[in-house]
């Protein structure tokens, strides 16, 4: 039962153009979303995150947008640039949980010169 | 430079082999994890520790062991190495944002 959904296994944008990774949950229970990049033979290095209590969060050319009611959630990179190809990671957290995460299977994304 | 550190970067293991997976971190976070990734899947936790001597299981426990005797520490001990555990091993710690090791790359034989 895979909490964390991200059914995108791969997406291949024009450098310069809008990324959008999708993300959806079915855990009520999460109040706490976090994206993760991954080069290859790297740890995850963390992007951004958003609590429940907020719809929008903005850091640079990354945004999260959280829609509670559809469980869902976006990452939005703004213009794409071929440095952020990478496997990107959603995942989740109940903050009453011992501060777990949940995380999807990630999308590949792939920023064409 | 802080952060979290994993040793070995690689390892190949025959069946039946034991090994610890060494991890420590240096940010005084009293949450630690650790996670296993297989090709195309996400990370899936095997055990963490929500601070020095308590340690409880994660989606993944079965084949693994773990200790947290001080709170720099918490290494993950495979008793009978078997082929599906062959994967990639990170360990991660958290005081409000998880900080991820570089890895742990092992081969079961």
């Known amino acids: 039962d895979q909490q964390v959904k991200q059914n995108s296994p791969s997406l291949s944008v024009q450098e310069g153009r809008i990324s959008i990774l999708n993300c959806d949950y079915t855990n009520s229970m999460f109040d706490y979303f976090l994206w993760y990049k991954k080069y290859p033979a790297e740890g ?3 992007l951004i995150s958003i609590s429940s209590i907020k719809d929008k969060n903005e850091d640079g050319r990354f945004t999260v947008f959280l829609n509670k009611s559809a469980k869902h959630l976006s ?6 640039q071929p440095g952020d190809s990478a496997v990107y990671f959603c995942a ?8 777990k995460l949940t995380f999807g299977k990630g ?5 064409r010169p | 430079n802080a952060g979290v550190t994993q040793t070995p970067k690689f390892r190949i293991l025959k069946i039946g082999q034991s090994m610890t997976l060494q991890c420590a971190q240096d940010m005084n976070h009293n949450y630690m994890y650790w996670y296993r990734q297989d090709p195309g899947m996400g990370l ?3 055990y963490y520790s929500v601070g020095a001597g308590i340690t409880d299981k994660g989606e993944v ?15 993950l001990r495979l008793e009978l190495a078997a082929p599906s555990q062959t994967s990639v091993y990170f360990c991660a710690s958290s005081g409000g944002i998880w900080i991820f090791g570089q890895g742990t790359r092992l081969t079961v034989v």
Do not use: M, Q
């Open chain 2, 44 to 46: 899936k936790l095997i």
């Open chain 2, 61 to 75: 426990p079965n084949g693994y062991n773990v200790s947290r005797s001080t709170t720099e520490d918490f290494p």
């Open chain 1, 107 to 111: 999308i590949t994304l792939s920023v």
């Open chain 1, 75 to 80: 990452l939005h990179i703004v213009p794409s």
């Open chain 1, 92 to 99: 989740a957290s109940d903050s009453g949980a011992n501060s």
């Open chain 1, 44 to 46: 995850p290095t963390f």
